[in-house]
């Protein structure tokens, strides 16, 4: 069980995604959930906020990555962001797509303030939503 272990913290750390992978998917992920969230405002609203509406707006903002990310790692292992940047998500104890459990706590710690600076002040490229549910994010055409 030990070489199992080995060998998949070996294959996990020649395939992790680079940080401009990473980079480049988030800023794409986010582009897209701002869009929606622009779409349904528009819809909904009459085009004049207030101050309050406004930070209200930026705090589901912020959720709505979290259930963007949430639904379609748990779906598919991957975010359009990473479909695009050719990454995927996988779960280091199985190096498989992560089951809806740990996706959940994936999603959920993304909403810790500061969270995405913790890839700075890491090593490994990994943040604390990676750390926390024992994901990694990698280059997808070297997995299933």
């Known amino acids: 069980m030990m070489k ?13 995604a680079y940080i401009w992978q990473r980079l480049i998917g988030w ?8 869009f929606i969230f622009v779409l349904i405002l ?9 101050y309050e509406e406004e930070l209200s707006i930026a705090f ?15 779906i598919w292992g991957k975010t359009i962001g990473k479909f695009i940047t ?4 996988i779960y280091v104890n199985t190096m498989a797509k992560p089951g809806l459990l740990i996706c ?14 913790s890839h700075l002040f890491s090593l490994k490229p990994a943040g604390w939503h ?5 994901t990694r994010v990698i ?3 070297n997995y299933y």
């Open 4 to 16: 199992n272990t080995l060998i998949n913290t070996e294959e996990i750390k020649k395939s992790q």
């Open 86 to 89: 050719m990454t995927k998500v």
């Open 130 to 134: 990676d750390k926390i549910s024992n």
């Open 60 to 74: 589901y903002l912020i959720i709505g990555v979290a259930i963007y990310a949430f639904l379609l790692e748990s």
């Open 27 to 34: 800023i794409i992920d986010l582009i897209i959930v701002f």
């Open 139 to 141: 280059r997808s055409k």
């Open 42 to 50: 528009l819809l909904l609203n009459d085009g004049v906020l207030s």
């Open 104 to 117: 959940f706590s994936r999603s959920l710690s993304r909403l810790i303030p500061f969270e995405p600076f």
